[in-house]
């Protein structure tokens, strides 16, 4: 699930192309009165305008992939580190901001038995539910392999243990369509209850999921 491209650097160039390139053209056709010239100069306005939007969906491009992971089109580890701290500035404001760490369970055990390219699918997936499962205002990150982030503006304990229910639901419903078994451990930190910067909260959502996941393998061994 790869996400459009934004058009900024497109619209930006094809405005400069008309602002400057029409009124020329037009200036050229008043003054010397020459359909050749005018024909030329119309040309070259529209090679000029061409190219300016090639350049312009080159710095679309790379505006994108400096943000947004590749296979899944959330945003990436870099740009989380890069907001955060406007984040934490806004968190004081608003008062409260939780941070959630989802693993993939068995995910090397899904890459093993069925391929990369079903793992990258199994990836995708899962972010397709996280956005079905979170509000406008939250930003979902693939933190890393199978590990998302999401971050949660004015959410508290309970908005978040719901928010992980609603994800758990999308999964569930995923495995029953696919018939194969898909699920998270997650994790979660509040700000600031449980720390006041990046390191400190990721630290104790990294911890909670951790320990989730731990008490889940041992839950399943029991069963076997």
Excluded at 66 to 71: I, P, T, V
Excluded at 131 to 139: C, E, G, P, Q, R
């Amino acid at each position: 699930m790869i996400h459009p491209l934004k058009y900024k650097g497109r619209i930006v160039t094809i405005l400069i192309s008309i602002i400057v390139g029409i009124p020329y053209v037009a200036y050229n056709y008043i003054t010397l009165q020459s359909s050749i010239r005018t024909f030329i100069d119309t040309t070259v306005l529209i090679v000029t305008t061409v190219t300016l939007w090639w350049l312009g969906k080159q710095y679309d491009k790379a505006k994108f992939y400096s943000e947004k992971d590749y296979l899944t089109g959330l945003y990436n580890r870099r740009f989380i580190e890069e907001i955060f701290p406007k984040l934490i500035s806004s968190a004081k404001k608003i008062e409260q901001l939780s941070i959630l760490i989802l693993d993939c369970n068995d995910f090397k055990q899904i890459n093993d038995t069925y391929g990369h390219k079903y793992g990258d699918l199994v990836l995708e997936n899962i972010s397709t539910i996280l956005l079905k499962s979170t509000s406008v205002s939250d930003i979902i990150a693939r933190w890393g392999g199978d590990e998302f982030l999401i971050i949660s503006p004015f959410s508290d304990q309970t908005e978040t243990e719901a928010m992980i229910k609603r994800i758990e639901n999308g999964l569930r419903e995923l495995s029953q369509k696919t018939e194969k078994k898909i699920s998270v451990s997650a994790g979660f930190a509040i700000y600031p209850i449980d720390g006041k910067d990046m390191d400190s909260l990721i630290k104790i959502a990294d911890k909670n999921m951790y320990k989730l996941k731990t008490l889940s393998k041992k839950a399943t061994l029991k069963k076997n």
